[in-house]
């Protein structure tokens, strides 16, 4: 299996006068990987997409696509990547198939092979029963899917899908999210979106960036345990408070708690472990042998959007 990176950015920077949209940004994309790109507004991942998609010159710094420069190879890198912006500019007056035909003969494909590949994305994107559709009457969903048909025509080995899911109901998100978990199977995929629990079930890795920097990098986990001083465990037990707080602070793994009276003669105890451990298991063994009675016994950890904003609570700037 090839596991030359199918992105490769190194140092990347660029500025729009005295603006740094982007400062000395590195990282890396592997075959087969979703990454989540993520960010809040104005913190340069549109302008990191459009730069690996050859829309625009960075200031400095180097970015391969598949082996390729963006910037002295920008016909090969543009072969190789399938982009599909956030606010898609389809043409509303033509027919599903015919727009799909028109952007492959766009990319190069002719004959046989444009037939067969515009087949293909129909059928991989859920879009034969609309072929003929015109593009103005179809849902949003299906506008996105259309887009992500036109990304996918001349089969390239990476995605970079700004905000795919805007605009979508649920169940739409649900299906897209499903088509692109399918689609990396073959191809690396850059997707951006301001869902976070989107990214957190459809990503393999992300990357928060903030003011032109990425501020964190890994998996969901591997960001939670950077973060795992604010884990909690929480349990209800029905004992009396002096004993639970003598219980507690007595437990060397146990770096703080909270007790709050909960219904019945019930307390509720949010316990912090050191190193963010799982202590479930000692926290059942203390309340069986004393005796206590225990209804509820939860581990939580930082959901991606508790790390995300963590990361990025300072002054934010609008795209």
């Known amino acids: 299996m090839d596991s030359t990176p199918v992105i490769e950015v190194s140092k990347l920077t660029k500025r729009f006068g005295r603006v740094t949209a982007v400062e000395d940004l590195s990282f ?42 963006v910037f ?10 399938g982009y599909m912006p956030e ?31 515009v087949d293909t994305v129909q059928e991989m994107c859920g879009l034969r029963d609309v072929a003929r559709r015109i593009i103005g009457t179809l849902s949003k969903g299906f506008r996105q899917r259309v887009g992500l048909a036109d990304a996918l025509v001349h089969d390239p080995p990476l995605l970079i899908l700004d905000e795919p899911t805007i605009g979508l109901d649920p169940n ?20 951006s979106s301001h869902i976070l629990p989107e990214v957190e079930m459809t990503c393999t890795r992300v990357l928060i960036m903030h003011r032109g920097r990425v501020r964190a990098a890994g998996t969901t986990a591997d960001l939670q345990g ?58 059942y063994e203390e309340t069986r042998e004393r005796g206590w009675r225990l209804r509820e016994l939860t581990f939580t950890r930082h959901s991606l959007e508790d790390i995300f904003v963590h990361l990025t609570r300072t002054e934010r700037t609008d795209d």
């Open 226 to 283: 950077a973060m795992s001083g604010g884990n909690q465990i929480v349990a209800e037990i029905l004992a009396p408070e002096d004993q639970l707080r003598e219980c507690w602070e007595t437990m060397p793994e146990i770096t703080s708690f909270n007790l709050a009276p909960s219904s019945g003669d019930y307390f509720r105890c949010a316990l912090t472990p050191a190193n963010g451990a799982d202590l479930r298991d000692r926290v």
């Open 28 to 69: 890396s994309v592997a075959p087969r990987e979703i990454v989540g790109f993520l960010g809040p507004n104005g913190a340069g991942k549109s302008t990191t997409m459009r730069i690996l998609s050859g829309f625009l010159p960075a200031t400095s710094g180097t970015a391969r696509v598949a082996g390729f420069d």
């Open 72 to 81: 002295h190879q920008s016909t090969e890198v543009r072969r190789r990547i």
């Open 172 to 191: 739409q998100i649900r299906t897209l999210r499903q088509l692109i978990k399918d689609l990396a199977q073959r191809r690396s995929v850059l997707l």
């Open 87 to 117: 606010n898609n500019p389809l043409p509303l007056d033509m027919r599903v198939r015919e727009y799909l035909k028109f952007r492959a003969r766009l990319k190069g494909l002719q004959g046989n092979e444009c037939r067969e590949r």
